[in-house]
T-cell receptor, first 111, second 116 residues
Framework: QKEVEQDPGPLSVPEGAIVSLNCTYSNSAFQYFMWYRQYSRKGPELLMYTYSSGNKEDGRFTAQVDKSSKYISLFIRDSQPSDSATYLCAHQGGSQGNLIFGKGTKLSVKP | GAVVSQHPSWVICKSGTSVKIECRSLDFQATTMFWYRQFPKQSLMLMATSNEGSKATYEQGVEKDKFLINHASLTLSTLTVTSAHPEDSSFYIC????????????FGQGTRLTVV
């Protein structure tokens, strides 16, 4: 079983829609979870990170962790065409802090 | 946030030649640098972890003699793909981490390598 599972999409929504992106993970020892955004042919950039369970909000973005079901989510409100990118969930893996990524979900927001 | 500069952004090389990719942390000292590889429609896969002044730790299945990593200073790590083959064509991304910044890892822009 892969450590982080993520539906690769693609996901296409109209501008202004609420987007829900999800990942599941297998190891309950994971504590730190991140969401990265990656534009085509660019390196990933950190959007948000959360520790343990709960919600974290930053502008139009909300990250949610449900440790009981090993489920992490990213919600985007009032989605914009500029949000079109691949979104990767990740958790901190090895002892030196390397990240383990999901496959990424490709999001397209249509104007 | 901190800046990690990766160079070149893209490179095309002939099969059998070697290619060097540089990763620099511009405004912080990177105690640890990571090298990832990303094939089309796949996630980033860790290749190796390097700490300044010591040998890199390679992930299972990654040939250390083919992918040479040097982390000679706290601001520079290099990845050299030796005797490149078309199957090495991929997107290579470095990441740098500094303990004093809460351990957050910052990513370079990535290098698109095409071996013909």
């Amino acid at each position: 079983q892969k450590e982080v599972e993520q539906d690769p999409g693609p996901l296409s929504v109209p501008e202004g829609a609420i987007v829900s992106l999800n990942c599941t993970y297998s190891n309950s020892a994971f504590q730190y979870f991140m969401w990265y955004r990656q534009y085509s042919r660019k390196g990933p950039e950190l959007l948000m990170y959360t520790y343990s369970s709960g919600n974290k909000e930053d502008g139009r973005f909300t990250a949610q962790v449900d440790k009981s079901s090993k489920y992490i989510s990213l919600f985007i409100r009032d989605s914009q065409p500029s949000d079109s990118a691949t979104y990767l969930c990740a958790h901190q893996g090895g002892s030196q802090g390397n990240l383990i990524f999901g496959k990424g979900t490709k999001l397209s927001v249509k104007p | 946030g901190a800046v990690v500069s990766q160079h070149p952004s893209w490179v095309i090389c002939k099969s059998g030649t070697s290619v060097k990719i540089e990763c620099r942390s511009l405004d912080f000292q990177a105690t640890t640098m990571f090298w990832y590889r990303q094939f089309p429609k796949q996630s980033l896969m860790l290749m190796a972890t390097s700490n300044e002044g010591s040998k890199a730790t390679y992930e299972q299945g990654v040939e250390k003699d083919k992918f040479l990593i040097n982390h000679a200073s706290l601001t520079l790590s290099t990845l050299t793909v030796t005797s490149a083959h078309p199957e090495d064509s991929s997107f290579y991304i470095c990441s740098a981490r500094e303990e004093n910044r809460g351990g957050e890892a910052f990513f370079g822009q990535g290098t698109r390598l095409t071996v013909v």
